[in-house]
């Protein structure tokens, strides 16, 4: 089966750190770019961050920059995304997907999507 977990949201206060992880199986993994999306209440899914694993080049939204790490454990089939000095305004739920065009926000372009995990930052 196809699978695509993430995992590692929950509760933390303003300047904490999580760590999220997207544990993929089922494909093959060195094909594809994994993304990280999130939606906050109120507002559209936005792309956050991107890592290739073919090779490793990253992307990051503005928004993020300096503040969030992406990485990829390939010999896991797993991605992470660290995650330091959180705002109120990075809550949200939390989505990793897979496409093979490389890194992309284009939602339709990703074939899998695993289910969101919940992080919420309070002040």
């Known amino acids: 089966e196809v699978q695509l977990q993430a995992s590692g949201g929950g509760l933390v206060q303003a300047g904490g750190s999580l760590r999220l992880s997207c544990a993929a199986s089922?494909?093959?993994?060195?094909?594809?770019?994994i993304g990280w999306f999130r939606q906050a209440p109120g507002k559209e899914r936005e792309g956050v961050s991107c890592?290739?694993?073919?090779?490793?080049?990253?992307y990051y939204a503005d928004s993020v920059k300096g503040r969030l790490t992406i990485s990829s454990d390939n010999a896991k089939n797993t991605v992470y995304l660290q995650m330091n000095s959180l705002k109120p305004e990075d809550t949200a739920v939390y989505y990793c997907?897979?496409?093979?065009?490389?890194?992309?926000?284009?939602?339709?372009?990703?074939?899998?999507w695993g289910q969101g995990t919940l992080v919420t930052v309070s002040s």
């Open positions: 890592i290739r694993s073919s090779d490793h080049t990253t």
């Open positions: 089922g494909f093959m993994f060195d094909n594809y770019a």
């Open positions: 997907a897979a496409g093979t065009l490389g890194c992309t926000a284009i939602e339709e372009l990703h074939d899998y």
